[in-house]
């Protein structure tokens, strides 16, 4: 049986195969055949979550043969592109066209659809997640058939589809609202926690990006704000906190530590004081941790199960390397992130049963009942979504 593994080694499945899918059709022919063997399906972007997601003793379909940039419409600022697109290769045919996301996360090694499937952000008061840049999307059903959905077509597959947790079937194109190509400037500084806190509410107010990582060994924040500029890009670029050059080229920065992750957001008002807890956390019950918080902002969307539904949004995120057990930190943190009406990203680690994560999410059981319609069999659940789904 072949292994699969996540980016951090840290999740580890052995499925009974692992296809590689070139075409919708290969995306047919696959689910038609698992369904009619009773095989269960999970897909695999780039394994970049921590979370248990793509984790089957079933098939782990890999969708990184359905790459590329399909068409772009220019006036409409949208472009269908294919489910399995890294995030890097989208960057420049988008600038050919005119184009660019809106905004990105930390880096860009994750495939679209995995990106969209679990809410993916990146820091901006002003900028929504991944899955809100959604108005489109191709989807290879249970049954074999497949949807083209969108607000005006098939609307509840479409909300299930803008964050489906791979649950829904296999995706195979997305359509995505952009914005006219951009450049931006950054300016990275690292200063005293104490100093940084008082004047945080108008960095986030005054930088179309502002972002920050807390370290607890030395009390400093890394802080980075990136403005749009008309200014010149330099090439080569410069170290992060410093580039300026187009979108696509200043978003995504290198991050090889391999660590993992937990991250709540919480109603943006409540970001400090939900920091200040962590902080006093970690300085009172876990002060060797090496690894840094991070604070950033999302705005407020309609995606159903996503983070940021209803609520301006900040994000705070603990990480622990992967040689360690990063449990009795996680869970100490996720009590506090409860506690600030938190909510987790559906890529990294929680413990949350089905009962917690309808408490957090108003449109928890209309994903289930619109996602079960078209997969009564369960065929695209795994494990972990079978122990949270809502009983029927
Ligand atoms: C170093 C690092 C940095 C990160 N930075 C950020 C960040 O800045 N912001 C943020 O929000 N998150 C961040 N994450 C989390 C990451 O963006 C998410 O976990 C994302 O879902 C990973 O995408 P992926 O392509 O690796 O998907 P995978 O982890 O492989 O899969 C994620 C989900 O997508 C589904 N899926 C993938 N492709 C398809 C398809 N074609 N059809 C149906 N389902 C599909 C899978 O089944 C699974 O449910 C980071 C993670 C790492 C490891």
């Given at each position: ?10 999740q580890?499945?052995r499925?009974v195969?692992v296809?590689?899918l070139?075409?919708?059709a ?6 038609r055949d ?8 999970r897909?695999?972007?780039?394994g970049?979550s ?5 984790i ?14 399909i ?7 949208r ?5 399995g697109t890294p995030i890097?290769a989208l ?10 996301l809106?905004?990105?996360g ?17 820091s901006g ?8 840049a959604v108005?489109?999307?191709?989807v ?7 949807v ?12 299930v589809?803008?964050?489906n947790?791979g649950a829904l079937?296999v995706?195979t194109?997305?359509q ?10 950054e300016?990275?500084?690292s ?6 806190l008082p004047?945080?509410?108008?960095l986030?107010?005054a930088?179309r990006?502002?972002?920050f990582?807390w370290?607890?060994?030395?009390d400093t924040?890394i ?12 090439y ?8 300026c050059?187009w ?14 992750e ?6 943006a008002g409540?970001?400090p004081e ?13 002060p060797e941790?090496?690894w840094?918080?991070?604070?950033r ?6 995606v ?8 301006p949004?900040?994000t705070?995120?603990v990480?622990?390397?992967?040689s360690v057990?990063e ?5 100490a943190?996720?009590?506090?992130f ?5 909510r ?7 413990y949350?049963?089905?009962a ?9 059981r209309d994903?289930?009942?619109?996602r ?5 069999d369960?065929?695209f ?8 789904r809502p009983?029927r």
């Amino acid at each position: 049986m072949p292994l699969w593994s996540n980016w951090s080694g840290r999740q580890q499945a052995r499925p009974v195969a692992v296809p590689f899918l070139r075409s919708e059709a290969d995306a047919q022919a696959l689910v038609r055949d698992a369904a009619a063997n009773g095989t269960s399906i999970r897909v695999a972007g780039a394994g970049h979550s921590h979370a248990p997601l793509v984790i089957s003793d079933g098939i782990i379909a890999d969708a990184s043969g359905l790459a590329g940039v399909i068409g772009t419409d220019t006036a409409a600022r949208r472009a269908w592109v294919w489910a399995g697109t890294p995030i890097y290769a989208l960057g420049r045919p988008l600038h050919d066209a005119g184009l660019a996301l809106k905004n990105q996360g930390d880096i860009d090694r994750q495939a679209i659809a995995g990106a969209v499937a679990t809410g993916t952000h990146g820091s901006g008061p002003a900028l929504q997640n991944l899955s809100a840049a959604v108005t489109g999307a191709r989807v290879v059903l249970a049954s074999g058939e497949t949807v083209d959905c969108a607000a005006d077509a098939h609307s509840d597959l479409w909300q299930v589809a803008r964050l489906n947790l791979g649950a829904l079937g296999v995706v195979t194109r997305l359509q995505l609202q952009l914005r006219e190509a951009y450049k931006l400037v950054e300016r990275g500084w690292s200063e005293p926690y104490e100093a940084l806190l008082p004047k945080l509410a108008d960095l986030i107010a005054a930088n179309r990006h502002f972002e920050f990582f807390w370290y607890p060994y030395n009390d400093t924040a890394i802080a980075k704000a990136i403005q749009e500029t008309d200014a010149q890009p330099v090439y080569p670029l410069a170290e992060e906190g410093a580039r300026c050059a187009w979108n696509y080229e200043v978003l995504p920065n290198h991050r090889p530590h391999r660590h993992t992750e937990m991250e709540y957001s919480v109603p943006a008002g409540s970001g400090p004081e939900c920091l200040g807890a962590i902080r006093e956390l970690i300085r009172r019950d876990f002060p060797e941790l090496q690894w840094p918080v991070e604070y950033r902002t999302v705005a407020a969307d309609d995606v159903w199960l996503s983070m940021a539904y209803g609520r301006p949004t900040v994000t705070v995120s603990v990480h622990q390397d992967i040689s360690v057990d990063e449990e009795p930190y996680f869970r100490a943190c996720e009590e506090i992130f409860l506690s600030f009406e938190g909510r987790p990203h559906w890529g990294k680690v929680n413990y949350l049963d089905g009962a917690q994560l309808a408490v957090c999410h108003p449109r928890w059981r209309d994903w289930w009942a619109a996602r079960d319609q078209v997969d009564p069999d369960q065929l695209f659940l795994n494990e972990y979504l079978r122990g949270v789904r809502p009983p029927r």
